[in-house]
């Protein structure tokens, strides 16, 4: 696609912006994950578990019901997840000191190194695109990092907060 078929819509309510920004963000996954794995051809890693590798970089020691509510997922499909991870070798299964019963989640090093090499795959190929992109739309799309990081924390925090409420049902996991 060059330049001449990217339009951007100026949009005059806030739901249509939404919109927007969530069909923009859908479509820019959406190609990063096939355009990292036509990089990596060996890799066959389902994004459920690159999510699961992110998370725990992001907080370590987390067991598996602690992983399944971050993530939004029944804790059975996070036990299956950490199952195939862990037989994978790209994580870690510990026992929490003074139960037995519970572990704490980490990535090996291995688990660290698939998830560096994904994260540079798609660094690059952003990298790639913002290059050929005009310097005002590569200086928005910088400014707007922090805003976005910041909405998807704002976002995550509702979630959690709505379901810690007394007499809500929490969110249907995924």
């Not at 578990?49 to 029944?74: I, K, M, N, T, Y």
């Not at 989640?105 to 660290?112: D, E, K, M, R, V």
């Not at 540079?120 to 290059?131: F, T, V, Y």
């Not at 050929?132 to 990092?145: C, F, G, H, N, W």
Request: glycine share 6%.
């Amino acid at each position: 696609m060059d330049m001449a078929d990217v339009s951007i819509q100026e949009t005059g309510t806030a739901g249509t912006a939404a919109w927007s920004l969530t069909g923009a963000i859908t479509r820019l996954r959406r190609v990063l994950r096939s355009s990292v794995r036509q990089e990596f051809p060996w890799e066959s890693l389902p994004m459920a578990q690159v999510e699961v590798l992110q998370r725990l970089a992001d907080e370590p020691g987390l067991g598996v019901s602690g992983l399944a509510a971050r993530q939004r997922l029944a804790t059975n499909t996070v036990s299956n997840l950490v199952q195939q991870m862990v037989a994978s070798g790209l994580v870690e299964r510990l026992a929490r000191p003074g139960d037995r019963r519970s572990v704490s989640l980490s990535l090996t090093p291995q688990g660290t190194e698939v998830l560096s090499a994904w994260q540079a795959a798609n660094d690059r190929r952003l990298g790639h695109a913002l290059k050929r992109l005009p310097s005002t739309y590569q200086k928005a799309i910088e400014d707007a990092v922090p805003a976005l990081a910041a909405l998807a924390a704002l976002l995550e925090s509702d979630e959690q907060n709505r379901d810690s409420r007394p007499g809500t049902e929490p969110t249907p996991p995924r």
